[in-house]
Every structure is written in C-alpha cells, then in structure tokens.
C-alpha cells in the first residue's frame, strides 16, 4: 500500500462537509456524534475500516474501480455484500451500512467502541469466531442485525 495512503483523514473531510451542508439538521442526524473513521488498515488491495457519521455507520473499502451492482468483500470472518458508491472528493468506494440511523448511541465513544468491536470480529478468521472474547459473549445467532445490536452496550455486547 505504499502508492495509495490511508484515505482516512480524506473521508473525514468529505463527510464533513456533508453533514455541515446537505445534513444539516435532518432528523435521521444525532447531534451527539461527529463524523470520523476508525480503524482503517490495508486489505487486500483496499483500505478497509468503519465510518461513523451522525446519521450512519458503514463499513467501507477503497478504492474500487467504478462498479454497478452489489460487490463480495471478503474478509476473514466471510464476505459481505457491499454497494458501489462515489463521492466526488474521495472517487469510488463500497460501503455496507452496519447501523442507519445512529439514535441508539448517546454518545461518540459508544459509537466508536462498537466501530472497534466490529472490526475486530471482521478480522477474524472464520474458524476462529466463537473463540475470541467477543464472539463468546454473544448469545444470540450471528445474523446480522443480532451480531451488530449485541455490540451496542447494554444490549449483551462489550
């Protein structure tokens, strides 16, 4: 990854903008988070980590070349259907939202403590969930919504 750097600090920017402009004020918006990415690392070609915003968290991976139609991300844990998306300042990348809108978290190290614990289980092997600290914890099926809600402290999760 010495050609591309880590688009971190280039998301942040452009989703800054954003929530200062077109989501300004919308009610999907929760006034208590900020706009940041967390735990992007190189993978496989992409850059891959967790945005936070006041109206969504996603998983993200860039770059990607222009694409239509859902995309496979594979990760250790599995892959995941993710979705073709552009933004003029930072191009193309794909984007599986985990938590749309955010009202369930009071604040942004809430938001930023579940953005850390899903990634971890994202990077861990297969074979291995259900032996690391968090996957033992769980007590629900790992489906989607019941992975990402037991995550939310307070609701079983860290």
Not at 83 to 106: D, R, T
Request: hydrophobic content about 45%.
């Amino acid at each position: 990854m010495t050609e591309i750097g880590n688009p971190a600090k280039a998301l942040e920017a452009a989703f800054r903008r954003i929530a200062a402009g077109p989501m300004a004020d919308l009610p999907i918006v929760n006034p208590a988070l900020a706009v940041e990415a967390v735990g992007f690392r190189p993978w496989q070609g992409r850059w891959v980590g967790v945005l936070i915003t006041p109206w969504f968290m996603n998983l993200l991976a860039w770059p990607e070349a222009a694409a239509n139609g859902s995309q496979k991300l594979v990760l250790p844990s599995g892959d995941y259907e993710c979705q073709p998306v552009f933004e003029q300042s930072i191009g193309h990348y794909l984007a599986a939202s985990l938590f749309s809108p955010m009202a369930q978290f009071a604040d942004q190290a809430e938001a930023v403590q579940v953005a850390e614990a899903v990634l971890e289980e994202l990077f861990t092997s297969a074979d291995k969930i259900g032996e690391s600290g968090l996957s033992a914890k769980l007590e629900r099926p790992l489906n989607r919504r019941g992975f990402l809600s037991a995550l939310l402290p307070g609701e079983g999760g860290p």
